[in-house]
C-alpha cells in the first residue's frame, strides 16, 4: 500500500488555482516529498519535489508544514491542458515508491 | 533530469507467446525499476533493476514470468513471458537520479495488448 493518500477526484476551472493537499502521516525523517503528473498514454512526469516548508518552480508550488504530515500542491491559473491524474509519493524504502491511486484533476472551460 | 526510451512503443501479441520490452536511459543510473500500469489504474512496481544484481520483485510478480535484465549502466529488458490477455499494461521503467535528493524520473511506456 502506497504511503500517501490524496483525493480521487477534483475539477475546477480555467484560470483557477487549484490546490491538491496529500496525506502522510508516516513519513520517515529524511523522505522528500514528489508529485507527478500523468496525461493518458503517457508515462509519470516529475513536477517538483520539497522536504518542507516552500517550493515552487516555474509549474507549481509545494507547501509543506512544519509537521511534514501532509503537503499541498499548488498550480496557479490552471488550464484545460493540466487535466490529468496528479500523484503525491514518499519512498518505500529502498529506494522504490508505491503510487496510490493518485488525485484525477479535471479542468473545465 | 534523464532522457528515457522505450522499445517498442506499443505492440500486439498472441498468447502463450514473450515479449521483451527495452529501455535506455541518456546517462548512467544505478537504479532502474518496472511498473505495470492497468487500464484506469495506478502504476504497480514489478520490480527494482540495480546493475551487477539480480532483480528484486515485488509481491506478486515473479522472475519467470517477468525476467529483468541489467547489462549495465544505462540499460535494462523487460520479458513478459507466456502472455495472457490478462498481461494487456502498459508497461513503465523509470530510474533514479540523485541530485542531492532522490528523483524518479519514467519513461514513455510500451502498450501491450495480447489477444
Known amino acids: 500500500l502506497a504511503k500517501t493518500t490524496q483525493p480521487i477526484s477534483m475539477d475546477s476551472y480555467e484560470g483557477q488555482e487549484v490546490n491538491i493537499t496529500c496525506s502522510h502521516n508516516?513519513?520517515?525523517?529524511?523522505?522528500?516529498i514528489t508529485w507527478y503528473q500523468q496525461f493518458p498514454s503517457q508515462g509519470p512526469r516529475f513536477i517538483i519535489q520539497g522536504y518542507k516548508t516552500k517550493v515552487t518552480n516555474e509549474v507549481a508550488s509545494l507547501f509543506i508544514p512544519a509537521d511534514r504530515k501532509s503537503s499541498t500542491l499548488s498550480l496557479p491559473r490552471v488550464s484545460l491542458s493540466d487535466t490529468a491524474v496528479y500523484y503525491c509519493l514518499v519512498p518505500e524504502g529502498d529506494d522504490k515508491i508505491i503510487f496510490g491511486k493518485g488525485t484525477r484533476l479535471h479542468i473545465l472551460p | 533530469s534523464a532522457v528515457i526510451s522505450q522499445k517498442p512503443s506499443r505492440d500486439i501479441c498472441q498468447r502463450g507467446t514473450s515479449l521483451t520490452i527495452q529501455c535506455q536511459v541518456d546517462s548512467q543510473v544505478t537504479m532502474m525499476f518496472w511498473y505495470r500500469q492497468q487500464p484506469g489504474q495506478s502504476l504497480t512496481l514489478i520490480a527494482t533493476?540495480?546493475?551487477?544484481?539480480?532483480?528484486?520483485?515485488e509481491s506478486g510478480f515473479v522472475i519467470d514470468k517477468f525476467p529483468i535484465s541489467r547489462p549495465n549502466l544505462t540499460f535494462s529488458t523487460l520479458t513478459v513471458s507466456n502472455m495472457s490477455p490478462e498481461d494487456s499494461s502498459i508497461y513503465l521503467c523509470?530510474?533514479?537520479?540523485?541530485?542531492?535528493?532522490?528523483?524518479?524520473?519514467f519513461g514513455p511506456g510500451t502498450r501491450l495488448l495480447v489477444l
Open positions: 533493476a540495480n546493475q551487477g544484481s539480480e532483480a528484486t520483485y
Open positions: 508516516n513519513i520517515a525523517t529524511n523522505d522528500y
Open positions: 523509470s530510474v533514479e537520479v540523485v541530485q542531492g535528493e532522490e528523483t524518479q524520473y
